[in-house]
């Protein structure tokens, strides 16, 4: 449909911290209990965003792994075109 476009976003997977050089305890380090803020997906709309800033991401979609990287597709909509502020199901995005 015109004005969605499907952007395919690659994501390098796994997002282990790097471990210190000089010495503290082990305990401290932080390396394996710290849990990321962000999701592989929410970084990927993200990206996607960045590269496109006068579009708005409307939703996203795992496509593909493998043991390096995950790809997602995001959905993103043009705001200002037409048939998407015509559109009863898409059309909020363009009164925003």
Avoid: C, T
């Avoid at 911290?17 to 394996?32: A, F, L």
């Avoid at 970084?43 to 496109?52: H, Q, S, V």
């Amino acid at each position: 449909k015109k004005g969605f476009i499907v952007v395919r976003v690659r994501v390098r997977r796994g997002r282990r911290r790097p471990r210190p050089r000089m010495g503290r305890r082990q305990k401290r380090m932080g390396v394996v209990k710290i849990r990321p803020a962000k999701s592989l997906r929410l970084i990927a709309e993200e990206r996607a965003a960045r590269k496109y800033p006068n579009l708005e991401v409307l939703n996203s979609y795992w496509v593909w792994e493998d043991g390096m990287y995950k790809w997602y597709e995001v959905l993103i909509v043009d705001p200002n075109h037409p048939s998407v502020k015509g559109d009863k199901g898409v059309g909020w995005i363009s009164r925003r």
